[in-house]
């Protein structure tokens, strides 16, 4: 994928980022309070994936990682990832926390645990997402930033 690119999210950017979120079932109605904290997979000009943080240090809700179906399986959510992860260490985040219906098992590979919600720090449990949007049967996860027995670091 040459001609991959991944940036930081442009305000010109949300309208193609929310139809991409609700494409693939995902909350998008708040992301504008968030859109600095996202970015975007560019191939060819085309909006192909996106994942945003919200972060309210030192912890941050990693919320939104969607990547365009017809792409699946190239690459492109991981590169996400690893672009928002070394974003919220720049921004002081030490904890990544999220809710995941369907992939705990690509979070689990980039190092994250399992765990229960209420162990969740209330900053991120009085969020939109956790609060309201993502429902109680969803798998709650954190990656600590800091963990020297994290291979994937």
Same mark, same amino acid.
């Not at 994928?1 to 940036?7: E, G, P, Q, T, Y």
């Not at 305000?11 to 079932?25: G, K, N, P």
């Not at 590169?79 to 928002?84: G, T």
């Given at each position: 994928?040459? !001609?991959?690119?991944?940036?930081r999210a442009? /305000?010109?950017? =949300?309208?193609?980022?929310?139809?991409? &979120?609700?494409?693939?079932? +995902?909350? !998008?109605?708040?992301? /504008?309070?968030?859109?600095?904290?996202?970015h975007? /997979? !560019?191939?060819?000009?085309?909006?192909?994936?996106?994942?945003? +943080?919200?972060?309210?240090?030192?912890?941050?809700?990693?919320r939104?990682?969607v990547?365009?179906? @017809? %792409?699946?399986?190239q690459?492109?959510?991981r590169? &996400?990832?690893?672009? *928002?992860e *070394?974003?919220?260490?720049?921004?002081?985040?030490?904890?990544?926390?999220? %809710?995941? +219906?369907?992939?705990?098992?690509?979070?689990?590979?980039?190092?994250?645990? =399992?765990? @229960?919600? *209420? *162990?969740?720090?209330?900053?991120?449990?009085k969020?939109? =997402?956790? /609060? =309201?949007m993502c429902?109680a049967?969803?798998t709650?996860?954190?990656?600590? &930033? !800091?963990?020297?027995?994290?291979p994937?670091?």
């Open positions: 994928m040459a !001609n991959l690119r991944i940036d442009m /305000a010109v950017q =949300e309208s193609l980022i929310r139809a991409l &979120l609700a494409q693939h079932q +995902l909350p !998008n109605d708040d992301i /504008a309070h968030h859109l600095s904290h996202f975007v /997979a !560019n191939l060819d000009g085309r909006v192909v994936g996106a994942m945003g +943080l919200e972060i309210y240090r030192p912890f941050a809700l990693a939104s990682l990547v365009s179906q @017809d %792409l699946w399986g690459g492109i959510a590169q &996400l990832y690893k672009r *928002s *070394s974003y919220a260490r720049q921004q002081g985040v030490a904890s990544l926390y999220l %809710l995941t +219906l369907t992939a705990p098992g690509f979070f689990g590979k980039c190092g994250f645990v =399992e765990i @229960d919600r *209420s *162990s969740v720090p209330d900053k991120i449990q969020t939109r =997402e956790f /609060a =309201e429902p049967s969803a709650c996860m954190v990656k600590h &930033l !800091n963990d020297p027995a994290d994937t670091q």
